[in-house]
């Protein structure tokens, strides 16, 4: 599976959209882009998956460029709540590994 | 509840002691997944059920560490005479499919602290 880049840390104002980037310059045709976040002693949680279609939900939206060498997770609104680690990970839908590699994420802040 | 269930939450071992690890998957998830969280680092795979069969293994650190899922429900993850550097969060998830490509539900983990 492909590796992914994101920044260690960044800072969002309370209510404002949280734009969380994800390099993936090296992924194949056939791998997803994943996020999942990991609030603070809880295990990580899903957000959103897609592979070539920027994807919404209830949660955030997912904007994979047309190369898709990078992604952005968007989550509109932000929340002191979102306050969490996000983590981009790149596996291939069927096949692969067993595991997904999370690296060591985007630690998002939501201030006040 | 619906969620996957860990237990204990927190552990304290002497080193060289035994210690079992205890997740309660989803009802009917047959992939269940073992993960090892050190302190500011990301998740590391452990080791992977398809319900009682396990598929993979690659990532167990060393021989002390044993899992099992003998009726493709309950699993356990044994740690034989623990050492300080097992001293992490053991997470597990479930997944209703076959592999990891569908969504997975993590526990909120054990924390393992060797002293």
């Known amino acids: 599976d492909a590796k992914t880049t994101q920044p260690p840390s960044m800072d969002c104002a309370e209510g404002r959209a949280a734009n969380l980037p994800c390099n993936h310059s090296?992924?194949?045709?056939?791998?997803?882009v994943y996020w999942y976040r990991q609030i603070h002693s809880q295990g990580p949680q899903y957000i959103i998956h897609g592979l070539k279609n920027n994807e919404t939900n209830e949660m955030a939206s997912l904007i994979i460029t047309e190369d898709r060498k990078s992604s952005t997770l968007i989550l509109p609104h932000a929340t002191l709540r979102d306050t969490a680690v996000y983590y981009c990970?790149?596996?291939?839908?069927?096949?692969?590994?067993?595991?997904?590699?999370f690296g060591t994420g985007t630690r998002l802040t939501v201030i006040p | 509840g619906a969620g996957v269930s860990q237990s204990p939450r927190y552990k304290v071992a002497k080193r060289g002691q035994d210690v079992a690890l205890r997740c309660d998957p989803i009802s009917g998830h047959v992939s269940l997944f073992w993960y090892q969280q050190a302190l500011g680092q990301g998740p590391e795979f452990l080791t992977y059920f398809q319900n009682e069969a396990q598929l993979d293994k690659s990532g167990l650190p060393s021989d002390r560490f044993f899992a099992e899922r003998p009726e493709g429900s309950v699993s356990t993850l044994k740690i034989q005479r623990t050492q300080q550097e097992d001293s992490a969060v053991y997470l597990c998830?479930?997944?209703?499919?076959?592999?990891?490509?569908?969504?997975?539900?993590f526990g909120e983990g054990s924390r393992l602290t060797v002293l």
């Open positions: 990970i790149v596996r291939v839908a069927y096949g692969g590994a067993n595991n997904l590699f």
């Open positions: 090296t992924i194949s045709g056939n791998e997803y």
């Open positions: 998830a479930s997944s209703l499919t076959r592999t990891a490509t569908g969504e997975l539900f």
